[in-house]
């Protein structure tokens, strides 16, 4: 997306959706989009598929402009883009295989060609005995697989979930995104996910982009963003509990690496290397975007007790790859 605006309404009472948006999605990516309520998410994926109004900007899919796009050109991006949503939108008067059917039924393919594809992405999403099922009596879960089934019969290389695990409570959640974990994986999908959940972030995305009121405050890799100390995504998805520590002064240390803490003997090399004592303030270990990421707090003091200095102990971690926060 390249300096894209969305608009809606008449002059005097315009409001403008997405101000300036640029952004890029990389393929075969996991792109989460967070924001509060009204930031533009919505607006945003919408330009995507050219379901949105764009006063100015473009939005190239594969290199295709799609604001400059004809009738005809659009209807055929649209069909290699998916679209999954928050309440499902399934019709529980057609059965779960006429509801994945559907968009083929549109496009006009034979009856036999419909039948078979539907009968794989239904197998991929696990429904296979639910086909002549109605919605009505699936769980939460099994509809947005429903969802997922009908997003892919049209065998697409973009998938756009908006909120497409809101509704669904934790476990199911977990099991929604591990299949988006496979089906990425299994048919090469680029995926924009739409979330207000921090922990859907850490769980399935590669890249983010946080939106505030229709602007990009920050995009770009999470791992780079949770090792920026200045990342305010970073910050929210690995919080810094320092500042409730009662320990905040002179020779108090923060620092955060990439890795798991128990391969990582810090503590007892510091101690001998610089003849000080330290002591652990707090710890924490979390997993994000498939990696470890660490980080502690210490103390660290002169065997009189008086703080010691830092600069060198901060320079040590520096060389071993810790990135120290403050000291
Ligand atoms: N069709 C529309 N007509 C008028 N205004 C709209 C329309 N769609 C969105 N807006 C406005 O654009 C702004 C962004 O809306 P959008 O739906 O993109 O936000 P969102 O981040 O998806 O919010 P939520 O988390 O509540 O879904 C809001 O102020 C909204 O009222
Ligand atoms: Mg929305």
Redo the contacts with the bound molecule.
Sequence with gaps: MEGVTAR??RAPRT?T??DDVSLTVASDQIHAII??????????V?TINGL?PVSSGRVLVDGEDITAASAAQLRATRRRIGMVFQHFNLYDRRTVAANVAFPLELQGLSRAQARSRTDRVLELVGLSDRAGHSPAQLSGGQKQRVGIARALVSEPNILLC??ATSALDSETTEQILALLEDVRRELGLTIVL?T?ELDVVKRIADDATL?ES?RVVESGEVRSLVRDADSRLGAALFPHRVDAEPHNGPGSLTATFEGNLSARPYVSALTRDFDVDVTVASVSSERIAGVWFSRFHLIIARPDGSPAPLQPISAWLTERNVHVDRY
């Design positions: 809606f309404g409001v959706a997405l924001g509060r309520s009204g930031a533009g998410k919505s607006t945003l919408r949105a908006d909120e739409i207000h939106l229709g």
